[in-house]
T-cell receptor, first 109, second 112 residues
Framework: AQRVTQPEKLLSVFKGAPVELKCNYSYSGSPELFWYVQYSRQRLQLLLRHISRESIKGFTADLNKGETSFHLKKPFAQEEDSAMYYC???????????FGTGTRLKVLA | EAGVTQSPTHLIKTRGQQATLRCSPI?????VYWYQQALGLGLQFLLWYDEGEERNRGNFPPRFSGRQFPNYSSELNVNALELEDSALYLC???????????FGSGTRLTVV
């Protein structure tokens, strides 16, 4: 079965500390992975896509097919990074996304 | 450019009634996706419409249905409402399969 797992419901880090939000997926084919973010009182928005290999707001994510992971990382957390983060999987040949249950990141001053 | 717009923002219905939720995609986007975000369950895929046709649906009962109009806006209808249908319903559109979604701000449906 296709599944996305975000094991941490809440992750608290201090400002300036490194951040890693974990995402593991289960899918036998070739996956497309995304990270979405929802800041307080804002709509859910795309943060980054693995196919573009980009860094957005200092965040990066590398697809590790061996470990079936797509962890989101940032070397130095900022208070404005506090938000809800969702990992999503799009299976090949479909337009359907499977979302994880999300991780709430709190960056403490 | 206007984003994805959803209406109403909030909707309160009684169990057994019907609810109609509306979504307008970004101009030029022909695909509309509906998701249910229930507390503690994350986002669950409901329906995908493209060019006026239902292309895919998630694991939801038939009382969840919808349609897409010629202007690509969409309606989600939920019949015979149950208490567990209370959730945030999100609509999204996308220019193509590789780009990712642009989400609306959602309709919060409360069934009492």
């Amino acid at each position: 079965a296709q599944r996305v797992t975000q094991p941490e419901k809440l992750l608290s880090v201090f400002k300036g500390a490194p951040v890693e939000l974990k995402c593991n997926y289960s899918y036998s084919g070739s996956p497309e992975l995304f990270w979405y973010v929802q800041y307080s009182r804002q709509r859910l928005q795309l943060l980054l896509r693995h196919i573009s290999r980009e860094s957005i707001k200092g965040f990066t994510a590398d697809l590790n097919k061996g470990e079936t992971s797509f962890h989101l990382k940032k070397p130095f957390a900022q208070e404005e990074d506090s938000a809800m983060y969702y990992c999503a999987l799009r299976t090949s040949g479909t337009y359907k996304y499977i979302f994880g249950t999300g991780t709430r990141l709190k960056v403490l001053a | 450019e206007a984003g994805v717009t959803q209406s109403p923002t909030h909707l309160i219905k009684t169990r057994g009634q019907q609810a109609t939720l509306r979504c307008s995609p970004i101009s030029g986007h022909t695909s509309v996706y509906w998701y249910q975000q229930a507390l503690g369950l994350g986002l669950q895929f409901l329906l995908w419409y493209d060019e006026g046709e239902e292309r895919n649906r998630g694991n939801f009962p038939p009382r969840f249905s919808g349609r897409q109009f010629p202007n690509y806006s969409s309606e989600l209808n939920v019949n015979a409402l149950e208490l567990e249908d209370s959730a945030l319903y999100l609509c999204a559109s996308s220019p193509d399969e590789n780009y990712g979604y642009t989400f609306g701000s959602g309709t919060r449906l409360t069934v009492v």
